[in-house]
C-alpha cells in the first residue's frame, strides 16, 4: 500500500507513453460513442436538435446580420422564429454575446450550417492547439491530450466557443512576460466573453502590467466602435436592454444549474434562495481574487507560469454563469502547471490531481444527470494546485525565473 501511495504521490504511474495512449483510447470511445448516438437518432442529437447544438445561435444570429437584420439575435420575438425555421425541433438559444462577438462569426454565417460548424472547430481548435504546444511544447502528446480532454467534446458537441476562450485566455498570458501589448490585445478579444475576464484586470494592475492594461482597453475600444460603425450604433442598446434576460437565465436556472459549473449553481442545486447562493458565491470569488492578486505582486516572486495557472483556475471559480464546456479554460491551465513542472520538478501528487482534473469533465456528465453539483470541484482542484505551488514558490524566498516558452 505504501509503495501504491508513493507512486501516485509522485506520479510515476503517468509515464510519456501512458500520456499517449490512454488519452487516445478514451477520444476513440468518445468518438464511437458520438457516432453511434448520431447514427442511432438519425443524425440528430436525442433532443431532435442538430449536433452543435449552441452554434444554431451564432449561425442564425450571423445570417441575420449579414441579410441586413443585425438587431434580431437581441429581440427572441423576432430570433426564435428565424431559428425554429431553419430548425423547427431545435428549441431557442439566446444570443447573449455582445456585438463584436456577432462580428466574429460574420464569415460562418456565409456558409451552410454543418460546413460553418466545422470550420469554427476546425479554426478555433486549431488556434488553441498552438498556444497550448507553445506553453507546453510536446507537440504530439499535447495534440492528443487537448483533444481527448472530455471538456472538448464538450465544447465540438455544442458548437460553443471554449476553444476561442482558451486560445485568447491562454495565448494572452503565454505572451503576457515579452509580449504585453499583443497580450493586452488577446485579452481584449476575449471581451466577447466579459464573465471569464472578471479577474485578469486585477492580475495586471497587481503585476503593474500597464502595457497590457492599456493595450487591452484600446483593443476594447476599437471593437466597441467597429462593431457600431459596421451593424450600426443601435446593436448596442439592444445588446445592453437584453441584460435582464441574461440574468433571469441564471437566477431562474433557465439553463439548468447542474450543467453549470459555478459554486453559485451548486448551491442553488443544494435548494438554497438566489441570495444565499450569491452571497456565499460572491465571498468564494473574493478569496479567490485576492490569492491571484497575492500570486501577481511581482515581490512575490512567483513564476510566471504558476500564476497563469492560477488566474486561469480562478478565472472559472470567480464567475457566477459558467457551463461545463467552459472547463477547457483548464486546459491551459494545467499546461502551464505541467511546464513549470517539467522545468523546476513536480511537487507531490500534481500530476495525480491533473490526471483526476483531466478525466472529470467525462464523469461530469453522469453528475449532470444526477443533478450533483461536482462541477466546482473541478476547477477548485487545479486551483488548488497553483496556489500550493505559488506558496511553495515564495516560501522559497528566491527569485522565480523568467518564463521561457516552448518552442
Same mark, same amino acid.
Given at each position: 500500500?505504501?509503495?501504491?501511495?508513493?507512486?501516485?504521490?509522485?506520479?510515476?504511474?503517468?509515464?510519456?507513453?501512458?500520456?499517449?495512449?490512454?488519452?487516445?483510447?478514451?477520444?476513440?470511445?468518445?468518438?464511437?460513442?458520438?457516432?453511434?448516438?448520431?447514427?442511432?437518432?438519425?443524425?440528430?442529437?436525442?433532443?431532435?436538435?442538430?449536433?452543435?447544438?449552441?452554434?444554431?445561435?451564432?449561425?442564425?444570429?450571423?445570417?441575420?446580420?449579414?441579410?441586413?437584420?443585425?438587431?434580431?439575435?437581441?429581440?427572441?420575438?423576432?430570433?426564435?422564429?428565424?431559428?425554429?425555421?431553419?430548425?423547427?425541433?431545435?428549441?431557442?438559444?439566446?444570443?447573449?454575446?455582445?456585438?463584436?462577438?456577432?462580428?466574429?462569426?460574420?464569415?460562418?454565417?456565409?456558409?451552410?450550417?454543418?460546413?460553418?460548424?466545422?470550420?469554427?472547430?476546425?479554426?478555433?481548435?486549431?488556434?488553441?492547439?498552438?498556444?497550448?504546444?507553445?506553453?507546453?511544447?510536446?507537440?504530439?502528446?499535447?495534440?492528443?491530450?487537448?483533444?481527448?480532454?472530455?471538456?472538448?467534446?464538450?465544447?465540438?458537441?455544442?458548437?460553443?466557443?471554449?476553444?476561442?476562450?482558451?486560445?485568447?485566455?491562454?495565448?494572452?498570458?503565454?505572451?503576457?512576460?515579452?509580449?504585453?501589448?499583443?497580450?493586452?490585445?488577446?485579452?481584449?478579444?476575449?471581451?466577447?466573453?466579459?464573465?471569464?475576464?472578471?479577474?485578469?484586470?486585477?492580475?495586471?494592475?497587481?503585476?503593474?502590467?500597464?502595457?497590457?492594461?492599456?493595450?487591452?482597453?484600446?483593443?476594447?475600444?476599437?471593437?466597441?466602435?467597429?462593431?457600431?460603425?459596421?451593424?450600426?450604433?443601435?446593436?448596442?442598446?439592444?445588446?445592453?436592454?437584453?441584460?435582464?434576460?441574461?440574468?433571469?437565465?441564471?437566477?431562474?436556472?433557465?439553463?439548468?444549474?447542474?450543467?453549470?459549473?459555478?459554486?453559485?449553481?451548486?448551491?442553488?442545486?443544494?435548494?438554497?434562495?438566489?441570495?444565499?447562493?450569491?452571497?456565499?458565491?460572491?465571498?468564494?470569488?473574493? /478569496?479567490?481574487? =485576492?490569492?491571484? $492578486?497575492?500570486?501577481?505582486?511581482? &515581490?512575490? +516572486? !512567483?513564476?510566471?507560469?504558476?500564476?497563469? %495557472? #492560477?488566474?486561469?483556475?480562478?478565472?472559472?471559480?470567480?464567475?457566477?454563469?459558467?457551463?461545463?464546456?467552459?472547463?477547457?479554460?483548464?486546459?491551459?491551465?494545467?499546461?502551464?502547471?505541467?511546464?513549470?513542472?517539467?522545468?523546476?520538478?513536480?511537487?507531490?501528487?500534481?500530476?495525480?490531481?491533473?490526471?483526476? /482534473?483531466?478525466? =472529470?469533465?467525462? $464523469?461530469?456528465?453522469?453528475?449532470? &444527470?444526477? +443533478? !450533483?453539483?461536482?462541477?466546482?470541484?473541478? %476547477? #477548485?482542484?487545479?486551483?488548488?494546485?497553483?496556489?500550493?505551488?505559488?506558496?511553495?514558490?515564495?516560501?522559497?524566498?528566491?527569485?522565480?525565473?523568467?518564463?521561457?516558452?516552448?518552442?
Amino acid at each position: 500500500m505504501a509503495h501504491f501511495l508513493a507512486g501516485l504521490s509522485q506520479g510515476t504511474w503517468i509515464s510519456r507513453d501512458r500520456m499517449v495512449v490512454y488519452p487516445a483510447m478514451l477520444l476513440v470511445l468518445t468518438v464511437a460513442a458520438t457516432v453511434y448516438v448520431l447514427w442511432s437518432h438519425g443524425g440528430v442529437m436525442p433532443n431532435g436538435a442538430p449536433f452543435g447544438t449552441d452554434f444554431v445561435s451564432y449561425w442564425v444570429a450571423a445570417r441575420e446580420a449579414l441579410a441586413g437584420n443585425p438587431l434580431v439575435p437581441y429581440d427572441r420575438a423576432l430570433f426564435e422564429p428565424a431559428q425554429r425555421t431553419l430548425f423547427p425541433e431545435a428549441g431557442y438559444f439566446a444570443f447573449f454575446y455582445p456585438p463584436h462577438y456577432l462580428v466574429y462569426m460574420l464569415p460562418f454565417g456565409a456558409l451552410p450550417f454543418y460546413a460553418a460548424l466545422g470550420a469554427w472547430m476546425v479554426a478555433s481548435f486549431g488556434v488553441c492547439l498552438w498556444v497550448l504546444t507553445r506553453i507546453a511544447g510536446r507537440s504530439l502528446q499535447v495534440a492528443v491530450l487537448a483533444l481527448a480532454f472530455p471538456a472538448a467534446f464538450l465544447t465540438i458537441a455544442h458548437g460553443q466557443n471554449a476553444f476561442l476562450s482558451a486560445a485568447l485566455f491562454g495565448g494572452g498570458l503565454y505572451l503576457l512576460p515579452k509580449r504585453p501589448v499583443m497580450a493586452g490585445i488577446l485579452f481584449g478579444l476575449l471581451t466577447y466573453k466579459p464573465q471569464l475576464g472578471l479577474l485578469i484586470p486585477l492580475a495586471l494592475l497587481a503585476a503593474g502590467q500597464w502595457r497590457a492594461i492599456a493595450s487591452a482597453g484600446a483593443t476594447l475600444a476599437v471593437l466597441v466602435a467597429g462593431s457600431a460603425l459596421l451593424l450600426g450604433l443601435d446593436i448596442w442598446t439592444a445588446f445592453l436592454a437584453q441584460g435582464d434576460q441574461a440574468l433571469q437565465t441564471l437566477t431562474l436556472g433557465w439553463v439548468g444549474w447542474n450543467k453549470m459549473i459555478s459554486a453559485y449553481a451548486a448551491i442553488r442545486l443544494s435548494g438554497a434562495t438566489d441570495g444565499v447562493a450569491m452571497t456565499l458565491h460572491v465571498t468564494l470569488a473574493a /478569496a479567490v481574487a =485576492a490569492s491571484v $492578486v497575492w500570486a501577481w505582486l511581482p &515581490r512575490n +516572486g !512567483v513564476a510566471h507560469e504558476t500564476k497563469a %495557472a #492560477l488566474l486561469l483556475s480562478a478565472a472559472l471559480i470567480a464567475t457566477p454563469f459558467g457551463l461545463n464546456y467552459d472547463l477547457y479554460l483548464l486546459a491551459p491551465a494545467m499546461a502551464f502547471v505541467a511546464a513549470r513542472g517539467w522545468t523546476a520538478g513536480f511537487l507531490p501528487w500534481e500530476k495525480t490531481v491533473m490526471a483526476i /482534473a483531466f478525466v =472529470a469533465p467525462l $464523469v461530469l456528465l453522469f453528475a449532470i &444527470r444526477a +443533478g !450533483v453539483p461536482m462541477g466546482p470541484f473541478i %476547477a #477548485l482542484a487545479v486551483f488548488a494546485l497553483a496556489l500550493r505551488r505559488a506558496s511553495f514558490e515564495r516560501g522559497t524566498r528566491a527569485p522565480a525565473a523568467a518564463f521561457q516558452p516552448a518552442e
